[in-house]
């Protein structure tokens, strides 16, 4: 029991951020009615979705298990309906959790947990050489294919509302120049874990991520990242980018044998029932990967946690 305690305060102790959950194992594809099987090929592009939102990497679709796993799609499928998306035909997908995460484990790919950072947005346009900022509810199509990305991803956005103290507390001219006090004093009003700023030129955008809390910006030290791209696509690229990062941060791989373990006893197991409450409550922890039961004597039990 003491090393099961020890697990659980650490769980709980751990510090809190403004981490959004993110709906990975949905999908909703529209069916090609010019195909024979229009249907089969939705379930197959749902699938696609929620492996790449699920691992962090477009990569992972290469995977031999995966490639295989695609053929029959709708034997992971939990959920099935039928929607509409822009007038035509849609298949709305939800995925088992348990038989993707399984999936994943066999073909030897990162888990990228569903708690993700919550990144808030200041993009600014500039037109016929005037410069504007992208609120919320903006009526534009860079910002529309920002938040598509975005969703497709499984990366979590923000953009400011744009009222009074949002058009008051920055200028364009101090996003624009990247002056990162006036950036970070502005975003302290929003529960994000990052910033980042957007600049687009035509077909040309340019950004700067502040990877760490709006009031962190102020104190610390550490260098912003960057980067650009251009063409119809680049908002696309943009995107993928920073998820190729957040996902390299946190996903991790799980293997059927974790390399890492310890040894717990646990007393008063008077039943089974008792057995499988402790082994809910212990895969339930985001450290283990998995419980082996080593021994059985009168109501002890001896398991091994893999880490």
């Known amino acids: 029991m003491r090393y099961l305690a020890l697990i659980l305060i650490g769980w709980l102790s751990l510090p809190v951020y403004a981490l959004t959950q993110v709906d990975i194992y949905r999908a909703e594809v529209v069916i090609d009615s010019e195909q024979n099987n229009g249907e089969s090929l939705a379930r197959e592009q749902g699938m696609k979705e929620v492996i790449v939102r699920a691992t962090g990497s477009q990569a992972s679709l290469s995977n031999p298990v995966i ?53 808030l947005v200041w993009a600014i346009e500039e037109q016929a050489y005037e410069r504007t900022i992208a609120w919320e509810h903006s009526d534009s199509p860079k910002v529309a294919a920002l938040h598509a990305a975005a969703e497709a991803r ?50 040309q955008v340019r950004w700067t991520l502040y990877d760490q809390s709006p009031s962190a910006i102020l104190v610390s030290q550490r260098s912003p990242r960057s980067g650009a791209a251009s ?77």
């Open 67 to 119: 490639q295989k796993a695609l053929s029959s799609s709708s034997r992971y499928i939990s959920q099935l309906g039928y929607g509409q998306v822009e007038g035509k035909p849609s298949l709305k997908m939800r995925f088992s959790s348990s038989q993707i995460h399984s999936l994943l484990t066999q073909a030897q790919l990162p888990s990228w947990s569903a708690h993700r950072a919550n990144i």
């Open 154 to 203: 499984g990366l979590p956005i923000t953009f400011p509302v744009g009222d009074f103290d949002d058009v008051t507390g920055v200028s364009v001219s101090d996003l624009w120049g990247g002056f990162a006090d006036p950036i970070a004093k502005a975003s302290q009003r929003y529960p994000a874990d990052a910033v980042l700023v957007v600049k687009a030129q035509g077909d």
């Open 231 to 307: 063409g119809s696509n680049a908002m696309n690229e943009m995107v993928d980018g920073i998820t190729d990062y957040y996902a390299g941060k946190s996903a991790v791989i799980v293997s059927g044998e974790a390399s890492d373990g310890i040894t717990m006893k646990v007393v008063n197991i008077y039943s089974a029932k008792d057995f499988f409450r402790l082994e809910s409550a212990l895969n339930k922890l985001n450290s283990v990967a998995g419980t082996e039961v080593k021994r059985v004597q009168g109501n002890e039990l001896t398991l091994k946690l893999h880490l």
